[in-house]
């Protein structure tokens, strides 16, 4: 008999939990963009690429503001601390993923109906590429601190810093290159790699900081 894998389950009961607010705004993020291409608004095909990949992992991310009791409730189930943390990280990279479908689907309407608005799908990996890169370090920062007793006693406050400090922080980096004469390419690859490495690294430290928490 096959033995279930708890963190495959943490993972899929974490996207299930929140499957009408993925559902609805995957769909909304397809609207604006098919919208935007039809009509040939600039600023719906503007909103779309963020949209379509930062609003799940951020709702995802929520999910985890203000949750030391629903953590003391995890621990009683048949699930190692470790692979605990590692459900955190990996749900919001699973969530990170999900609009990647709805980008698909809005590039072959492009292809289809509009093909000389193709190069715009060239700015629109950039937006992808920064807003991920956002959504990566936002994560790196909140989990360790929130697992510290300065961050468990403000927590939604410590939301709003992370996410202050992470879009600065992309966005000096962003600045930098460009100043440098980098394409965006480039620029869009380095804050991927550089945003992902952090968010491996914390996973690392949380995972040793969360070991050490006294429920």
Same mark, same amino acid.
């Given at each position: ?9 943490? %993972? ?5 939990? /929140?499957?009408? !607010?993925? *559902?609805?705004?995957?769909? @909304? !993020?397809?609207?604006?963009? =098919? ?8 600023? *719906? ?5 963020? &949209? ?7 709702? &995802? ?14 621990? #009683?189930?048949? $699930?190692?601390?470790?692979? $605990? ?16 479908? =709805? ?10 109906? !509009?093909?000389?608005?193709?190069? @715009?799908? /060239?700015?629109?990996? %950039? %937006? ?11 994560? #790196?920062? *909140?989990?360790? *601190? ?17 996410? =202050? &400090?992470?879009?600065?922080? &992309? ?15 480039? =620029?869009?690859?380095?804050?991927? %790699? ?6 491996? #690294? !914390? ?13």
């Amino acid at each position: 008999m096959k033995t279930r894998n708890p963190l495959l389950g943490m %993972a899929l009961f974490a996207i299930a939990s /929140h499957s009408s !607010s993925l *559902l609805l705004v995957l769909l @909304f !993020s397809l609207f604006l963009g =098919v919208a935007g291409v039809i009509s040939g608004n600039i600023q *719906l095909l503007t909103l779309f690429p963020f &949209v379509a990949s930062g609003a799940a992992p951020i709702i &995802v991310l929520m999910k985890y503001e203000g949750t030391i009791k629903w953590e003391q409730y995890l621990v #009683a189930m048949p $699930l190692r601390r470790k692979e $605990l943390v590692m459900s955190f990280y990996l749900n919001i990279l699973i969530a990170s993923l999900l609009g990647i479908p =709805v980008i698909g689907v809005v590039c072959g309407v492009v292809y289809i109906f !509009s093909p000389e608005m193709m190069g @715009f799908l /060239h700015i629109g990996w %950039a %937006a992808v590429a920064l807003t991920l890169s956002v959504i990566l370090l936002l994560t #790196a920062l *909140l989990f360790p *601190l929130a697992s510290t007793g300065f961050g468990q006693r403000r927590e939604s406050g410590l939301s709003v810093v992370c996410l =202050v &400090v992470s879009c600065m922080s &992309v966005g000096f980096f962003w600045g930098t290159c460009n100043a440098q004469g980098l394409q965006n390419d480039i =620029v869009s690859l380095l804050s991927l %790699a550089i945003s992902f490495i952090t968010f491996v #690294a !914390s996973f690392f430290i949380t995972r040793d900081m969360y070991s050490k928490m006294d429920f």
